[in-house]
Structures are given as structure tokens and as C-alpha cells.
């Protein structure tokens, strides 16, 4: 069965710190992941995907398909990187995305 | 540029009364669209999504249905609420060429007493 585990409900660090919120999927197809965040009073929005290999505000996430993982990192954590954080995965040719239940994450001054 | 709309932002109503959530789209034509139902500790679960007018797919058995009478226009509806109905309800849409990426709508709040 498809499904997304973010396993920290709340991640909590101190500024400067280092920062990983951890996602694995389970799929039987080639996997397509996103992270979105939600900044308070802010819309859910996409921060990246797997496919691009990008780095968004500091933030990079590598697909492991060996751990069926694609976990999030950021070597400096900033306080306005605090927000909900959402792993999700892609499902057929539609578009339809499974998401994660989420982790909030905390930076601390 | 593409906007997407929900309203209304914040809602209460009582047990056993209907529903009516409006989503909209501007800017694009022939968008996939969805509803999600996000819950505290639960995340984001897919209620409906639609690839066409008229054309809905239900991810989820439940006390909600969900209508496309128009291309950029999204409903949600229900008949009688329940309590269990309350929650944060995200509406999204999606290129409908494949493109991955889905843009939400603000959201609304609804709380069933």
C-alpha cells in the first residue's frame, strides 16, 4: 500500500543548528516526492521536489531509494524556517498526492 | 497569473444542518482540482479531486460529496453534517498536463456544534 511516515510530530532546535525532518514512503512504483511547508497564516505551499535537485531557502531533500526515504535537511537552521512541514508522494499519471501527517518544526533563538 | 479562492474563510453550523464550500480558480483552464481535509495530528487527507467538469473521484468514504459544474469551480457539499465533520478543509488545483505541483487555496475552517 502507498503511504508517506513522518514519524517527528515536532522537531524543535536551536538557531544554527542543524536540521533533518525525516519522511520514508512506501510504493511500489517509481517514486515522485514533494516537501510543503505551511508558514504560519500562510498558504500550504510547494518548497521542492525530488525530481529538480534543487536547493529552496537553504533547504535540500535526496530521494534514497534503497531506505525508501527522501528526508529534508538544512545545516543552518533559521527561526523563520519554523512552520509545518509535509512530506508527500506522488501517485500515477493524475497528479493525486499522499501526504505525510506532517511535522511542525520549531527554531529557537 | 493563476489565484485560487475558498470561501468562506471560517464557518460554524450545527449538527444535522447542509454544506456548501466554494472553490474557485482563475487564471488557468481545465485545472485538476482537490479537496483535503486537514486535521490536527492527522495531516492532510485527500477527500475528492476532479480532472474534469462533472468528472469527481472519492478518495474516502464519508458524510461529504463533491461537485464541478464548471471548469475553475470546485464544491463541497454534505447533507447533515456531523461532528465528526469539523475540521480545516483545503482546496488545491494542479496543471491539468501532468504538471506536479498543486497550489492551495486559504482554507476553511469549519467547526460542527
Known amino acids: 500500500a502507498q503511504r508517506v511516515t513522518q514519524p517527528e510530530k515536532l522537531l524543535s532546535v536551536f538557531k544554527g543548528a542543524p536540521v533533518e525532518l525525516k519522511c520514508n514512503y512506501s510504493?511500489?512504483?517509481?517514486?515522485?516526492l514533494f516537501w510543503y511547508v505551511q508558514y504560519s497564516r500562510q498558504r500550504l505551499q510547494l518548497l521542492l521536489r525530488?525530481?529538480s535537485r534543487e536547493s529552496i531557502k537553504g533547504f535540500t531533500a535526496d530521494l534514497n531509494k534503497g531506505e525508501t526515504s527522501f528526508h529534508l535537511k538544512k545545516p543552518f537552521a533559521q527561526e523563520e524556517d519554523s512552520a509545518m512541514y509535509y512530506c508527500?508522494?506522488?501517485?500515477?499519471?493524475?497528479?493525486?498526492?499522499?501526504f505525510g501527517k506532517g511535522t511542525k518544526l520549531s527554531v529557537k533563538p | 497569473s493563476q489565484t485560487i479562492h475558498q470561501w468562506p474563510a471560517t464557518l460554524v453550523q450545527p449538527v444535522g444542518s447542509p454544506l456548501s464550500l466554494e472553490c474557485t480558480v482563475e487564471?488557468?483552464?481545465?485545472?485538476?482540482l482537490y479537496w483535503y481535509r486537514q486535521a490536527a495530528g492527522r495531516g492532510l487527507q485527500l477527500l475528492f479531486y476532479?480532472?474534469?467538469?462533472?468528472?469527481i473521484s472519492s478518495e474516502v468514504p464519508q458524510n461529504l460529496s463533491a461537485s464541478r459544474p464548471q471548469d475553475r469551480q470546485f464544491i463541497l457539499s454534505s447533507k447533515k453534517l456531523l461532528l465528526s465533520d469539523s475540521g480545516f478543509y483545503l482546496c488545491?488545483?494542479?496543471?491539468?498536463?501532468?504538471?506536479?505541483?498543486?497550489?492551495f487555496g486559504p482554507g476553511t475552517r469549519l467547526l460542527v456544534l
Open positions: 525530488h525530481i
Open positions: 488545491a488545483w494542479s496543471d491539468g498536463a501532468g504538471q506536479e505541483t498543486q497550489y
Open positions: 476532479s480532472v474534469g467538469i462533472g468528472q
Open positions: 487564471g488557468t483552464s481545465n485545472p485538476n
Open positions: 510504493y511500489s512504483g517509481s517514486p515522485e
Open positions: 508527500a508522494l506522488k501517485l500515477g499519471s493524475q497528479g493525486n498526492l499522499i
